[in-house]
């Protein structure tokens, strides 16, 4: 059976900043947070427009032997029109990593991610985390293998990210079963519901920066709330006053923008 953690959504409170400042400090609250919803959003449009950036990726541990871990981040959007269930767009992102434990992964930082996805008042926003049991590198040959199984894909530089396709959730978990070999490699399978206006306790659809970070950190055992959380630099740390055994947790912090869509 699949041991999949629990992740949690925080969201960067920047007090009125419209843009974080490097030199500040910025606390963390609930992405359900209901001061949230006084956040502007384009309200006079039916249609809009999502863009979303990896800000950075810090991996605490992943159930591996070692401290060198290799990964996977997987990034999906699924967007629907509500009045028409058939209409239905997913597109899918990847990026392959090597950190090692408590520290952060190269090539994540400012990463454009997604670009003009068009929604109307919803979006499901997929976070998968894989532990890579292979070195990608040494087993190039077989990754290629399955991407040259997907029609005009045959050029694609997987070892350097995949570029976010149409529909491209197939080749994506190919390359996961591929690699992913034990059910505890998959460390997160989440996928948030962000909403323009949630239900009660459902997290908010804003333009800010959003942290997901894994409930109980992987060395220690220990639980972290967003309240143990604080934002500075790009970078996700523990509150100076804060004492929790094996730091903070794996976490992604990401930035979503919202735009009006004008046909």
């Not at 953690?5 to 609250?29: C, M, Q, W």
């Not at 028409?84 to 090539?107: H, L, M, Q, T, W």
């Not at 400012?110 to 068009?118: K, L, P, S, T, W």
Request: aromatic fraction near 8%.
């Amino acid at each position: 059976m699949s041991n999949q953690r629990e992740i949690r959504l925080g969201f960067v409170d920047l007090n009125g900043d419209a843009y974080p400042d490097a030199s500040k400090t910025y606390l963390l609250k609930s992405a359900s947070d209901i001061s949230l919803a006084g956040l502007p959003y384009p309200e006079h449009t039916m249609e809009k427009r999502l863009d979303l950036t990896l800000i950075s990726l810090f991996i605490e541990d992943l159930p591996d032997f070692t401290e060198n871990n290799e990964g996977l981040l997987k990034i999906d959007i699924n967007t629907r029109n509500p009045q028409n269930i058939n209409d239905r767009k997913e597109i899918s992102s990847a990026v392959e990593f090597e950190v090692k434990d408590k520290s952060y992964a190269p090539g994540i930082d400012n990463r454009g991610v997604f670009r003009n996805i068009i929604f109307r008042d919803f979006v499901n926003i997929g976070l998968k985390l894989v532990e890579i049991d292979s070195d990608l590198s040494e087993t190039y040959n077989k990754l290629k293998g399955i991407v040259n199984g997907v029609e005009g894909l045959e050029t694609l530089d997987v070892l350097n990210g995949i570029p976010y396709l149409d529909v491209a959730t197939g080749l994506v978990d190919g390359i996961i079963n591929v690699f992913g070999k034990n059910d505890d490699d998959v460390v997160w399978s989440n996928l948030p519901l962000l909403d323009v206006e949630p239900g009660p306790g459902s997290a908010f659809l804003r333009t800010g920066i959003y942290v997901a970070y894994q409930v109980v950190n992987e060395s220690k055992g220990q639980e972290i709330n967003h309240s143990d959380l604080i934002y500075r630099d790009g970078k996700i740390e523990l509150k100076d006053d804060m004492s929790i055994p094996g730091g903070i947790s794996n976490c992604l912090a990401f930035s979503v923008r919202l735009r009006p869509y004008n046909k």
